[in-house]
């Protein structure tokens, strides 16, 4: 009747393993990676601050101008010879337009085989127009702008909706996309590209999306 | 036939799951005011969550009948009028940051019915802050092609 002879029983630990996964899986289930997606976007300095740089000279058949107005309609100026505006009905078709406009004015070849190796990202600039209006404008000191003699600027009014702006922007984005891939599939078919392959699609078509400051034409009742 | 011994499992489990809930991140600040972001499909993956600042700009849960918009950036918060204060703020947070303020990213999450004025007026109060680079923040949308 020693205390050393009585025997403690074991706790049966076997289900341990499954009170831990139950708690393994309910952090999986609740904590969000919480994985953040969205459109990048450079702003340019403060106003004040800004090296008055003459805005870029460009043909008025180098710039897509695209307007959306308080009612969250969108008007586009493709940019050709007789300039006209006309309203878009829906997204994808101011995608096609885009697309249309940046194939038609970044030609061929322009920085195919000599891009930059610095890959250096680009800056914003902003400068203001005859009406007053400020606008934000990729720098135009990179030589990658200076060959692409082309610009989408995209204006709103201060009463346009933000789902609207975003979906704009997410047009102009796709298209620039879109062309990249298709600049991809071409040159290297289906392969997976390497960092420095899609570096070199980026820089085929860069994107130059120039954007204005609100504007207020009138007060909605 | 040997039993296979199964007591490190659990141990095995745990250390499974203190990795878990030290590398996900809990929503770190509450939200209070009501976002609902906008969806795409041309959406570029955020890296370096540690140098990202959210700006949240949406209806404020507290106050709904009241249609104004209100700001979020951590714990403060901003109505509309009171937008100039903003650049104070991220001016601070920038601070906060120390060494990485470089790479000072400032995600926006904006409600689909905000305006743009307030969008461009916050804009200007990023750049008077310097800080540039911004991101749209968006939910993803499963491309249909």
Known sequence: MGKSKRKVPGINASSTADISFILLIFFLVVTSMNSNFGLPVMLPNPPEEKDLQDPPELH??????????????IMVTPGKEAPERYKVED??????????????????????????????KLDTVSYVNEAGVEFFYPAPHSNIVQNNKHVITLQTDRATKYEVYFKVQEALYGA??????????????????????????RRRFVNMISEAQPIEIGKRK | MPELNTSSLPDLIFSILFFFMIVTSMREQEVKVQVELPRGTELTKLERKSAITNIYIGTPM?????QEAGIQLNDRQLSRREVNNLK???????????????????????????????????????????????VYSANEEKANR
């Open chain 2, 62 to 66: 507290n106050n709904k009948e009241s």
């Open chain 2, 88 to 134: 104070a703020y991220i001016v601070e947070e920038k601070e906060r940051l120390g060494n990485k303020a470089a790479k000072m990213k400032v995600a926006l999450k904006i409600d689909n019915n905000i305006d743009m004025g307030l969008l461009s007026d916050v804009k200007m109060q990023l750049r008077k802050a310097y800080a540039l680079q911004i």
């Open chain 1, 91 to 120: 997204l994808s078709q101011l995608r096609e337009l885009a697309k249309e406009f940046i194939v038609a004015n970044t030609p061929a070849g322009s920085m195919n085989d000599k891009y930059p190796e610095a890959k250096n």
């Open chain 1, 60 to 73: 008025e058949r180098n710039i897509m101008k695209v307007y959306v107005n308080m009612d969250n309609e």
């Open chain 1, 176 to 201: 620039y996309n879109d062309l990249r891939a298709e600049f991809a599939k071409d040159v290297y078919g289906d392969k997976v590209l390497t960092e420095d392959e899609q570096e070199l699609c």
